[in-house]
């Protein structure tokens, strides 16, 4: 049995490539986590803590927004994040954004089922800016849509002006969506 002690953590330089599936690029199931753990630590930890390589995705830069909120100070410098740790953070309220695989989901259904939607949007210019690249594709299908202050609104999610494509055919695209989402 191995005991030891501890008393807090110290900051510390973390390359979050390390988790990458790619040496050359920064993807994988683990990149994500291995962040928001880093940022975490890195907040509470004494001392400065250099995140190198973060991933930048929206529940990524939710966490940097609510840490700042909680106190602490973070320099994002691009390729890197400087997290100067608080042992303790300060009380704040934070909303969170809505979850964006939920609404690429329903989404992706109302284009395979040709039906309109309307969604109500927690924090919507933040999900409108998370959601770009996938936006911009759904754009590019044809399909149409639009914002309202928190809504997403389209009359019908027909994709190619009306005329219907094969269910299979649909559903692909549904899907490559929905992938996009959960690689990019």
Do not use: H
């Amino acid at each position: 049995m191995v005991v030891g002690t501890c008393e807090g953590l110290k900051g510390a330089v973390i390359d979050v490539q390390a988790y990458s599936s790619e040496s050359t690029r920064r993807t994988g199931p683990l990149l994500s986590g291995a962040t928001k753990t880093a940022l975490l630590a890195a907040a509470t930890a004494e001392g400065i803590s250099v995140i190198k390589n973060p991933y930048r995705k929206a529940e990524v830069l939710e966490l940097i927004e609510f840490l700042q909120r909680a106190g602490v100070a973070i320099k994002d410098e691009g390729k890197k994040l400087i997290v100067e740790g608080r042992p303790r953070l300060k009380s704040t309220e934070y909303e969170i954004g809505s979850d964006l695989i939920e609404i690429m989901t329903f989404i992706a259904y109302a284009i395979y089922l040709n039906q309109s939607l309307n969604l109500n949007i927690t924090s919507a210019d933040w999900v409108r800016r998370s959601l770009y690249n996938e936006l911009a594709l759904l754009d590019k299908m044809g399909v149409n849509f639009e914002w309202q202050r928190n809504k997403f609104q389209s009359d019908r999610l027909d994709l190619l002006g009306g005329s219907r494509l094969k269910s299979y055919q649909t559903l692909s695209i549904a899907i490559a969506i929905l992938f996009s989402l959960s690689c990019s």
